[in-house]
């Protein structure tokens, strides 16, 4: 019998106790013996079915011999960073959901668990039930990773779904994703970037080697994308998404941003929607390489959790290649980087034609909507600087 513990019985601590139950035979059968949740730490008793398994004691799990993998599903940094080391330290393998913590402090506990000859896992951190990190680490591993980009939040992503069929304003249809149980009570991480901006942060880290600090990395979410944005780009052939993207730089260097994008019609993310997230990986030997499916929810994330609890005991003794260099030197501003640019101003197309020279223009109508010709983030804002601007997004491609 394999024992492990949870940390955490919220949405996805509940979900791997599910999983681990539920799908006893198919894991007995990969791993050669049963598998059995055997202490999970809350910070208050609640009755249930796992009520004769929750302790508050985090020792009881850390001195427990018989536990040999812990799952982290605390959230946040303080609580779970502490004890996560002293589960590194302990010698138990730590299997994480924990997208904030793995963005701020991975290089550290992966170097800890290396000295400690031990697991940190976190495929569920990134695309929750969408296995990314796998793929890119491993079925990659022949390939220089040069970019990755994709719809990284399912709230946001829900939100602009209803925005482009309904024609719901942003902040009707944030309500709709909170009573659908989609966004939290607190939609901020999720509709300004942040959540997106952590994702983005560890696959970058993972591609190019080097920590990627996520305060360096500008976030921008959808809380002031306006209706009319959204409409003018769908008659142009566009769907406004949220993407997060990373690179790497000719020259050397990287950079990484979140932000609104305007994307073709005929791209396979631009029909993305709902609550469905897509990641794509460009390597230099395979082209684009596109994952989908639900990135949240109990149980697909909680499936990732389960799927790296089983590969944490079946390492030997821990996977090489997970990991990165702690030094964050060579991240570069996004700003430096070339792309065609959407504006919306209240003026004239002479004014937007005095500004940039030749657009494409998609609206007139007292405003003007048009699309620039590839330049730096940073022409774009010093060309704009002329103008009445109204709305400003990246166009992908």
Known sequence: ????????????????????????????RKLGEPLQVKTILVRHFQDGPYRQLMTDDFKRIEEDDSIRVVVETIGGVEAAYEYTKRALNAGKH?????????????????ALARK?????????????????????????????????????????????????????????????????????????????GIDAGRKICILADLAFGSQVDPA??????????????????????????????????????RTAYVAPHLIPEEHPLANVEDVYNAVVVK?????????????????????????????????????????????PAGFRDPMELHTRYYFRIEGSLTDAAMAFGQVEVLSEDGETAFLTDSVSGEDAARRAKSLNVLACMRVLG
């Open 283 to 327: 390597g230099n030997a395979t082209g684009e390489v596109m994952f989908y499916g639900r990135g949240a929810g109990e149980l697909p994330t909680a499936s990732a959790c389960v799927a790296d609890v089983m590969e944490a005991l079946q390492a030997s003794p821990r996977r090489e290649e997970i990991g990165w260099e702690a030094n």
């Open 116 to 192: 400690k000859n031990v697991n940190y896992l976190f495929e569920a951190s990134v695309g929750g039930g969408i296995p990314v990190l796998h793929p890119l680490t491993q079925c990659m591993a022949a390939n220089r990773i040069d970019e990755i980009y994709g719809i990284l939040n399912g709230t946001s992503n829900y939100i602009l779904t209803r925005m482009v069929r309904t024609g719901a304003f942003f902040s009707d249809a944030l309500r709709e994703a909170q009573a659908k149980g989609y966004a939290e009570a607190d939609p901020t991480a999720d509709v300004e």
């Open 1 to 28: 019998m394999i024992q492990i513990a949870i940390m955490g019985l919220g949405t996805v601590g509940t979900g791997v106790a599910k999983v681990v139950a539920e799908n006893a035979k198919q894991i007995e």
């Open 216 to 253: 360096a990395v500008p976030m921008e979410g959808i809380s002031k994308l306006s209706l009319r944005d959204v409409r003018i780009a769908q008659r142009a052939g566009y769907r406004v998404k949220l993407l997060g993207r990373c690179l790497r730089l000719p020259g050397g260097g």
């Open 94 to 110: 730590v299997v994480t959901a924990n997208k904030q913590l793995v963005a701020e402090k991975g290089a550290e506990l992966l």
